[in-house]
């Protein structure tokens, strides 16, 4: 049966530039499942929408074609039923039941990278279902290519339809997203409250939702309106905490683990460009996400000159706008630093 929240339409779906690709795709495949695109796999960073537009996908499809057999699963747990399937020595159930279905929805594809066992089950499946015909719609939060522990028969098949990005929301479409989501909670939500919070909460829409669902709560409590005042006064803390947290470190860190690289290197006087496009990377996100000047951040990477610091910047304003791919790095860094 299929797990779907209900709250999870295309209705209560909003439209922005970073994702309507994602949508409209994701619309296609429910109007002509198997037809249109297979598999269509989504992929975005976190609170993008990707398992909203899953769940949506699924209603459509029922609403459209009630006696369909929808199944929604996390790639968790598609693991775990088998590795049950495996001990109690019932993978023949197993098998029927996702070789079974007329629309497969599976989430968070990249928790199989490494689970060799689980990879060659949902081959065998996804081989199954596209042979007949079904369904594939597939969530990530990277594209394929760079799903680096998965094996290749499959990352290929993963590109065998069409693949679509979630970008993150801009101000106006957070703006939309939250008078939505008020709206669904019965209350009204003024634009400028709508904007402050869009404009102050930057990691992404879970966390727009939770400073949301937190405001109303406390305006309830206190029995207040939700206007502006109110709002600053009851995030303060929540955003101050936010703004807080980010450091050099935790930058150097996570562009580190982001290019599989030490923090070291970050520092060394190494030119190679396997090192200069990260440290060019995390000194943009220093200047862009800290309070930090151009001096301090060059004395942080191994005492670098503030003009090397601007150049850096400079070089990485100019790219992310060129290379899609270095830009959803930093957008997808900067995700990672501010949640
Ligand atoms: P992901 O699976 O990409 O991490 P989710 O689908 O779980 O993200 O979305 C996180 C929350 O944000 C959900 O409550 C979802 O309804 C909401 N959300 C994300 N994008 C939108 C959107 N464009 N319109 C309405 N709600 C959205
Ligand atoms: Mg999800």
Known sequence: AAQLNPRYTFDNFVIGNGNQFARAASLAVAERPSRAYNPLFLYGGVGMGKTHLMHAIGHEVKRRQPIYNICYVSAEKFTNEMINSLRNDRMTSFRDRFRGVDVLLIDDIQ????????Q??????????????????????????????????????????????????????????????????????????????????????????????????????????????????????????????????????????????RVSELKQRNNSRAVVVPRQIAMYLAKHLTEASLPEIGRQFGGKHHTTVMHSIAKIDEQRRADKDLNRTVNKLQEILNG
């Open 111 to 118: 928790f199989i990278a490494q689970k060799e066992r689980t």
């Open 120 to 261: 060659e089950e949902f081959f065998h499946t996804f081989n199954a279902l596209h042979e007949s015909m079904k369904q594939i719609v597939i969530a990530s939060d990277r594209p394929p290519k760079e799903l680096a522990e998965i094996e290749d028969r499959l990352r290929s098949r993963f590109e065998w339809g069409l693949i679509a990005d979630i970008q993150p929301p801009d101000l106006e479409t957070k703006v939309a997203i939250l008078q939505k989501k008020a709206e669904s909670e019965q209350s009204v939500l003024p634009t400028d409250v709508a904007l402050f919070i869009a404009s102050n909460v930057r990691t992404n829409v879970r966390e727009l939702e939770g400073a949301l669902v937190r405001l109303i709560a406390w305006c309830n409590m206190n029995n207040m309106e939700i206007t502006l005042q109110a709002t600053q006064q009851c995030l303060k803390q929540f955003i101050d905490t936010q703004v807080r947290k980010i450091t050099i470190e935790a930058i150097q860190k996570a562009v580190a683990e982001n290019f599989a690289m």
